[in-house]
């Protein structure tokens, strides 16, 4: 049975951005969406509406599987993690072995996890490393977070600080015409507001889930080299056995 690592993330824009990090920047492989997830975590993760409208995608990397879920807002993949681990035996013998929470670094991630860890299994859970391990009779379950975002001028410690920063690397005359607006309105736009621009003017439908997704496919090597640089935990937290 290969190894499972189930990574949750807040919305749709968080899973078009991982769905393309992991298969570009990390050499992930694509076997599927919800039909693909293995049957005892899709009898956690497919009972909820909110999980399949925002997607889900399997991939295969590192020797086992990765399985990318967007929840719908930060609550409900707090929501989302307490179930997990309120039924964690099932999904230790399914093969789970670890359960990373991404959200923006604006967000206590790291202490969500350990306060939903402790409401839920009623003693105290100690980091150790990167990981909080969750010991049972059928084995470990590992749980970890990611807090993604940039500091410094404009940003907002949130996901559009990593698109912002390459959409300006591969569209200078874009990032140019932002400056002239930010002139003009005798103002610093953050990066969520530079990102809404950038998607008006260049994703076809004019979102910023089509942004992230246009952004990622046109990346160079040296732009993909930056983005893994930015999200450094991510692969090594990915490539953890955690025992």
């Known amino acids: ?35 693909a ?16 409208r925002v997607g889900i995608k399997v991939f295969e990397l590192y020797g086992g599987l990765i399985v990318l879920a ?12 307490r179930e997990l681990l309120r039924r964690r035996g099932e999904l230790i ?29 009623g003693r105290g859970c100690e980091w150790h490393g990167p990981f909080i391990r969750v010991e049972s009779e059928e084995g470990v379950l590992c749980l970890a977070s990611i807090a993604q975002g940039l500091v410094g001028e404009g940003k907002t410690g949130q996901l559009e600080d990593l698109i912002e920063d390459l959409a300006v690397k591969l569209h200078p005359n874009v990032e140019r015409a932002v400056r002239t607006l930010e002139e003009m309105l005798a103002e610093r736009l953050n990066s969520k507001q ?14 910023k889930e089509r ?8 990346a160079s090597s040296g732009e993909v080299e930056q983005l893994r640089r930015l999200l450094p935990e991510l692969e090594a937290i990915l490539r953890s056995s955690c025992t």
């Open 1 to 35: 049975m290969r190894p499972i690592t189930l990574l949750l993330v807040e919305g749709a824009l968080d899973r078009v951005f991982y769905e393309g990090y992991i298969a570009l920047v990390l050499g992930g492989r694509e076997v599927g969406g919800p039909e």
């Open 93 to 121: 013998r399914g093969g789970l072995r670890k359960i990373v929470l991404v959200s923006d670094a604006d967000k206590a991630v790291r202490q969500s996890i350990q306060g939903v860890a402790f409401s839920v299994l």
């Open 70 to 81: 967007g929840c719908g807002g930060f609550e409900n993949a707090r929501r989302m993690l």
């Open 211 to 218: 942004l992230a997704a246009e952004l990622l496919a046109r």
């Open 37 to 52: 997830v293995p049957e005892a975590l899709g009898n956690v993760l497919l009972t909820s509406r909110r999980v399949l």
């Open 194 to 207: 530079r990102v809404a621009v950038f998607a008006a003017l260049l994703a076809k439908d004019q979102s």
